[in-house]
């Protein structure tokens, strides 16, 4: 008996994460993928994953130039990988800064390549001629435009643009040790941060917020989990502060759900994106800003009051102390919170994110 061979995957993303690792590996059970990522800068704190324990075939790094603050990109040699890897599909982050991204998009619609431009969508674009000339180009050239949440999706409708290319794959992480509402107990009085310390984590607000609350709460710790370019600088300026602990980069998904056991909230103060379904991987209330079009598409997940808060932008300080002190003094609110939260979580991840891009590619 024979077998038919699998169907090769170019799976192209700017960087190499811990987070994206496992949908690469679930997809290399159903196609030959070969990964393209830019070389990790490893300061910037996405960690050093590794595929050798996966059926991913192959992982090319390459490198990338970048001009005036990042606006403009140009990750290099991904046309010369596709005609060496000779892929079925292509499975592309769509950075519209990236003029790799564009020579590949272009290169494989005349050469039947099919790409499957993935991101954002214009969620956070204000109306206008060259923001719709971006994105009908985009989904021109792509064969479908897979979208990051059913936010991003109408934001193509909000832009006059068709949505006839567009499906949505819920941009998502797996979390294998994940923690259930009802092993929850709400016996400490903990706060976890889960990211990046980097420009726009705004982790000095979560600190100093923490460090207020704590003379009406003793027992307020402030788990610190991430690394990045700002970490020495946090950890110099808040290092003696007993409400604050520091673990660094962790990406032992074990260690950060047991962690998570001594927390009743994820907060992030920040602009963020995936976080907010890591927190509800672990059962957790999240609490973000109220400026959407900072944060990524992922934060539409978070309903104000049902699974997590939402405190004011633009009085931030005042209103992440209340919001908080709110929270700390509601343990049922927490636990029904708690409850929604996790549902939120399964909902985003069933199927899993690598089962909905599948479920696209083969439409």
């Known amino acids: 008996m024979t077998f038919p061979l699998m169907k090769k995957l170019l799976f192209v993303q700017p960087f190499f994460s811990h987070y994206r690792l496992p949908v690469m590996a679930e997809l290399a059970h159903h196609f030959e993928v070969t990964i393209v990522t830019t070389k990790n800068d490893q300061g910037v704190g996405f960690g050093s994953p590794s595929i050798s324990n996966t059926q991913i075939s192959k992982h090319v790094e390459v490198s990338s130039k970048n001009w005036f603050s990042g606006r403009l990109v140009y990750q290099q040699n991904l046309i010369e990988i596709v005609k060496k890897t000779k892929p079925n599909y292509v499975f592309a982050c769509a950075n519209v800064h990236d003029i790799g991204f ?41 064969k479908r435009y897979v979208a990051y949440t059913p936010f991003s999706f109408e934001s193509f409708n909000y832009h006059g643009l068709s949505t006839s290319k567009i499906r949505v794959a819920h941009n998502s992480i797996i979390n294998e040790f994940p923690v259930y509402p009802e092993e929850k107990t709400f016996a400490t009085k903990g706060i976890l941060f889960i990211g990046r310390l980097r420009d ?48 660094g980069e962790v990406f032992d998904q074990k260690i950060i759900s047991d962690l998570s056991r001594k927390c009743i909230i994820g907060c992030y103060p920040g602009n963020t994106g995936l976080s907010v379904v890591h927190y509800m991987s672990l059962s957790l209330p999240v609490v973000i800003h109220s400026n959407m079009e900072l944060h990524g598409p992922e934060t539409s997940y978070v309903i104000d009051g049902e ?23 509601n343990t049922e609110e927490l636990r029904s919170m708690s409850r929604h939260s996790f549902n939120a979580y399964k909902s985003i991840t069933s199927p899993s994110y690598a089962q909905q891009i599948i479920n696209i590619i083969e439409e």
């Open 102 to 142: 564009w020579n590949m998009l272009i290169y494989c619609y005349f050469k039947k390549i099919p790409v499957y431009s993935h991101g954002q969508g214009p969620y956070n674009k204000k109306k206008g001629a060259l923001v719709w000339i971006e994105y009908f180009t985009l989904t021109f050239f792509s």
């Open 200 to 247: 726009g984590s705004n982790l000095d607000l979560l600190i100093d917020t923490v460090n207020d609350l704590s003379s009406n709460h003793p027992d307020i710790i402030c788990h610190i989990v991430g690394s990045g370019v700002l970490k020495t600088f946090y950890e110099e300026k808040y290092g003696n502060l007993s409400c604050i602990k520091w673990y």
């Open 307 to 329: 699974n997590g808060k939402i405190f004011d932008y633009q009085n931030k300080r005042k209103s992440l102390f209340d919001t908080l002190s709110v929270l700390l003094s």
